[in-house]
């Protein structure tokens, strides 16, 4: 009998058999694997499946598992791309899920309370139903939950204007793996009483606590959006009408994705669509704008880009002036989501690096792969003004294979000073790429804070670290 | 011979007399106590004082000071107004104000990386220099440094829009007091490869690290800025205009900084000033914001001040027309700089509240004050959307007096769920009322985390905890 023997008994003692799940009642292919994660992992054994209605059930899990050394796999919407939610060896496996409660949502102080469970479109539409606007947005929002979103501290297409989740949690109640509740559901923007406990639960992927409420901010509906397209010789042109862009918008420019000719050609034609603008230029950008002036916004946005024409930064452009014309610049945006169709089999990339540095990065990565692959199929995009850039390899069996892909990528994002993490996370498919992007000492760190929070090493043992 | 026998010794013998400096060769006053904090530590004993011009000198102090179990304070300009740099007992104090090199400014990324001594004010000038804008304004810009910024997450007047010190953080290198350097120089907005390890020490007070180089960002100039100051009748049309004005400017809006009718009354004619609006409303609310479009941002400036006038919600408003005007308001404002002269002795105080029961709380607060001293003089003004308040209640000499004042606000702010630290931090001065904000689950674990960077407690001890 292995460290797990007897806990679902004991679980089911404490928490009844509707809480504490025996697995063989269950189809377990949901708690299997993160969606979009390559490699199931052939040790991995649930023992139980807690499904908590309370804080005080997950407390009452994580004690009982605490002490029977068993390890304890936290799962959200399994939707966060790095593994991070996957099981490995002998495990009990706990979800909030069930917490899906909105408890408040205070209109002077622009917060929303919400238990862990709730999935991201309820928090969005419980927002606009008071006339507010929770920014945070990811393709997996129906069912993306709020305490995965914070554990891997998510990020997505608004976060150049709103930032990221972190930049939207005020406070959070976590349950150590002792069973400690930590309660800290803060309401202020302000609050310098001691340290800022709830940022090392944030992103640290269920390595360090389990997230069961979160206090979260709320922004103005924005009452005006403007969406174009623009078209540029190189990267330098995409710097300068970033800067433009910048200067000219302020605070009101929400997006800047920038498409390289390859991601643009592919996300046209082959995924049925008619482009917008003429191929051949080098970069498409995709710029965005919220402001709170209707009246005056769309002048605002054509004079920026019109502007950024007249001084040949941009070659040509095109304004969205319909809902129908800004959902179709979108959608060339948004080709990821036709990957299966058009580019299949694959390995995707989500990294960062500095912004000046992205263009350089990515002629250099793509001399690599040609070099190695050559005749490779290669694509790029980002929101480069977040310093994030996504890059899809196409994958041919017994030539191009995962492995050699990701060494490939993340050794030149070592070799370049990036992180080989913006938005997903590290999980299980990121780990063995850590030492490229954090040093020594700083690993060293987080395996001491780690071992301060969780000494046994039972909560989601095997990710990040 | 107590603990810190021979460490003066030890360190000159590695850091040369220069740096580590013979305490009875320096006039020790501004290394005694903090700017405005109101008690000496009797028993407060400097052994040396380090002045490093460089990490590897941070790192060889601490180590020296770790391995003879000597307590060590760093100390950034003073300025805290928390105690957080006063010594306490026998230590070894440790400034980076020598090390004020500003690295590099990377216009793509919007970024400075900058030495841990650089002081405010020379990093908004070296931004400005090059077109950019840093958006953290303290009224200490002369004297803060930047290491002291980041580990008392300073604020200021324009988080609303941008944010506290937290938010304008990139990257840190920090100094462990086993002498470790962990140089986490992060200068891209989107990075989750792991920890967020900087978190930990932002806001920290010196008590977990001694920072020594940053990664700032940086903002775009404004292109245009607007003032006013309105009337309102009761906080309930403080709130409505709260709203009317994040829903009317969007992230434009600045500032929104509320006065109670006395910290009005005592910031014109006692100061010298003429009242740009009639005494006898209730609330007076300096209105700022930045925009991107100098075309358009008066008439958007005049458009929702007007129509809360129209509406009612503000009784009466004035609209800057020039920079003298501009700074007319804002001396009102700025009162607290002319306390010595109007408004002393007396004990002032920095907490926050959720924006919706700030009203409710300086009504209570006032009439706990009241009920307990007659009379006494207490002023209320505020970063209101924030959730900011501060307070100055007068002292009288053998009736109203700081401990007992203290206790009485420190423990409405308890009974109604506020933080008593805003901005400002805990450093001694708030250390006893710290359990009126945080459960003894948060501060056991605080203790944690201090065990585990700093298990001797030998780093800036006696502050927060």
Redesign the interface.
Known sequence: MGAGAGILERLRETLGSDVAIDPSTLDLTRHLKDYGTTDDQPDACILAVVLARTTDQVSAALKLCSEASVAVVPQGGMSGLAGGGAPIGPCVVLSVERMRAIETL??????ITVEGGVVLETIQKAAAERGFFFPLDVGARGSAQAAGLAA??A?GNR?L?Y??M??LILGLEVV?MDG?????L????????????K??F???EGT?GVITRLVLRLH?A??ATCTGLAACADYAAV?DL??QC???????LSAFECMWADFYSLGCEPCGRTPPLAHGHGFYVLIET????PG?EVA?FEAVIGAALEAGVVQDAVVASSQRETAALWAIRDTPGDYSRVFDPAVHFDV?????RIGVFAEECRRRLEARWPGVAAVFFG?VA???LHIGVRLEAGRIVTRDVKDLVYGCIGDLG?????????GID?RDY?HH???P??????R??K???DPAELLNPGK??
Not at 441 to 446: K, N, V, W
């Open positions: 205070d209109e002077a102080g622009q917060t891997t501290n990020g976060v204007r930032g990221m972190r930049d150590l400690t509740v930590i309660t800290a803060n309401t202020m923007i302000k609050n310098n009483a001691g340290y800022d406990l940022q090392l944030i992103g640290s360090l103005p924005p009452a710097l970033l800067d910048r200067r000219g918008f302020g605070s009101g919220q402001g709170a002036d005056g605002r960062s690096l500095p912004v000046g929101h977040d310093s994030n990036g992180s080989i993490s913006a938005e997903h996370g590290i990121k850590l992007s954090r040093s000492q700083e690993i060293a760190l987080m001491r804070l071992a301060a929070l990040v670290l």
